[in-house]
């Protein structure tokens, strides 16, 4: 049974959950990226041959997830969760992938965080022996997102520069029991982050409302464990993008942990700055076809060997900024390591 | 640590998580119904003072969470997560009320089978000891989600026969350790329920949707834990409505299990046949208002010492209702018993 200190966020993963095995897709304009050899498929048609962006969506999940288990060789009667979810009202991408894939389903809704507080969730499902293997997985699309939480894509509106270009991408990563075969890869502690809300109101914007939340969860870590930042060789958040970025570097200056040097956001990795996606990527698909490709693969070439995972999500919806509320957001945490053997 | 047997969706949890305290608020049609006498508190403004329904669905459940810790005599900052969601669009009631609690927060969607996920994944956080004391919470209001799923309440639409009337209700359930100090009653089994959908494209016939869902689960749960109805005092499903009620008697019958006389849903239970809400109660604050208060009052009592909870959800947004997508659904269960000392 694991201990908690009373009052801590983290908690360390006795049993060390394995990643047994993760799948990246992504869009046309994530394909001309700077991290295009990264994801294992990549589509030029954004409907996926689907009649609507919300199916092609779906079906954008539904492969990832399939790659992932087809690689490690497992069946889906063999997964014993599915935890996921998506920016769409009421999850429907990861509801769609569920009812396909046929496991036991936890729908989560963590927007941008939703990565990470899937194999959050997931990794303690294993390590506490509840599972053997689950499935952690999310995505988001560019032409779905604009349309249900900005304008019709079809008005063609100027974007601010504070704004940031929602991913068309999906990562999956599938957990194990530490004892399985799988890839050197583990889960070794996670952080539950809080809701943080700094009365910023304006939903072109998110980097701003996200990097307090995600500096919150940080220093949480830090504390919990008793941690610096040169525990790590990389901090990675979601989706801060340029303008988060900065403020995350601030925020943490200004409680005296300097990031210099160990930190990127992947809205800042995602796209290059001819692609005119203004302040970054963002959605929970950047941060999860980031990691579940890019950032994988430079911890099994050797390149780092522990990174901390910190996606971040905002919590409003369309009614609620109409409304005049400011946007509350969180930002989970996972410790993800190198072990041989 | 638990053990998971292969293919099965249910654990028994070893540690029997303990619930602390529970408390309920409801609305005032349901203030007239025949659960009147058996939640904390009612209200008779549906906005609850505030600027919009919305505000008000928030403040309802921010407060249902403050009366369950203050009747536990647990402060906010004792609560190592809040699980919780919510029926509206990025679950905002559920973020809202973590941003005033300010507790570690995994928000999930399961539509109205939100109460069950969330004791679910609470109970298995606190019997793997990676938490001690965890909320689990949901909450509906009737004016929000018609308008966001249906029409404007201004339109005074006409209802059909299968319809049923979104509970405006919460309901929050403490969950710590097995060896805490509270009420005798423990949560000692969970099943996670997999997506199931029989092509059902009626938005206003949501109990023929789930109905299926729950008879999955239901059966799922009883061959896992080579348990039988006869085990149970009762099986309480979330809000399948008189449709969805005989439906789920059908289906189980099938498959040669009879529910005879142990079997409700909270959606027949809530009102009244006179205060025509057609089909039934429904909505995630159906089942979590009538267990956090009528259930666990009736166990309490001693009239019921072993309880499963069974909350079902359908899945649609209402784009991919209009896109023409079957709606998919939902259950998940868990175990309550009484258990002295």
């Given at each position: 049974m694991a201990e908690k200190k009373r009052g801590a966020q983290s908690v360390l993963l006795?049993?060390?959950?394995?990643?047994?095995s993760f799948a990246s897709m992504a869009g046309p304009k994530e394909a001309e990226?700077?991290?295009?050899?990264?994801?294992?498929e990549t589509f030029e048609d954004d409907t996926l041959g689907e009649k609507s962006w919300e199916r092609g969506e779906a079906k954008m999940l539904e492969h990832t997830v399939d790659l992932a288990l087809s690689k490690a060789r497992?069946?889906?009667?063999?997964?014993?969760a599915f935890l996921g979810g998506d920016l769409l009202n009421q999850i429907v991408s990861a509801s769609y992938t569920a009812r396909q894939l046929g496991a036991p389903f936890l729908g989560l809704y963590g927007a941008c965080s939703t990565m990470a507080e899937s194999l959050l969730l997931g990794a303690l499902l294993v390590d506490g022996g509840y599972a053997d293997r689950v499935v952690c997985a999310t995505c988001s699309h560019f032409a779905t997102a604009e349309r249900q939480?900005?304008?019709?894509?079809?008005?063609?509106n100027q974007r601010t520069p504070t704004a940031q270009w929602t991913v068309t991408g999906a990562g999956a990563t599938l957990l194990g029991r530490g004892?399985?075969?799988?890839?050197?890869?583990r889960l070794t502690a996670a952080t539950i982050g809080r809701v943080v809300d700094r009365?910023?109101?304006?939903?072109?914007?998110m980097g701003a409302a996200m990097a307090p939340a995600a500096a919150d969860t940080l220093l949480a870590h830090l504390r919990d464990l008793h941690?610096?930042?040169?525990?790590?060789?990389l901090i990675v958040t979601g989706d801060l993008g340029c303008v988060g970025y900065d403020l995350m570097c601030l925020l943490c200056e200004q409680k005296g942990v300097s990031l210099d040097g160990r930190y990127i956001d992947c809205g800042c990795e995602?796209?290059?700055?001819?692609?005119?996606a203004h302040a970054g990527g963002s959605g929970c698909g950047c941060s999860a076809c980031c990691l579940n490709g890019w950032l994988f693969g430079r911890m099994l070439s050797g390149e780092i060997r522990r990174l901390l995972f910190l996606a971040t999500g905002a919590l409003m919806s369309t009614t609620t900024s109409q409304q005049g509320e400011s946007i509350p957001a969180i930002a989970h945490a996972v410790t993800l390591e190198v072990e041989e053997g």
């Open positions: 006795q049993n060390r959950p394995r990643v047994l990226g700077p991290l295009a050899g990264t994801f294992d497992v069946y889906a009667d063999a997964v014993d939480y900005r304008f019709p894509l079809e008005l063609g004892e399985a075969k799988g890839l050197p890869l009365q910023q109101t304006d939903i072109n914007n941690r610096s930042v040169q525990d790590y060789d995602v796209f290059s700055p001819e692609q005119d």
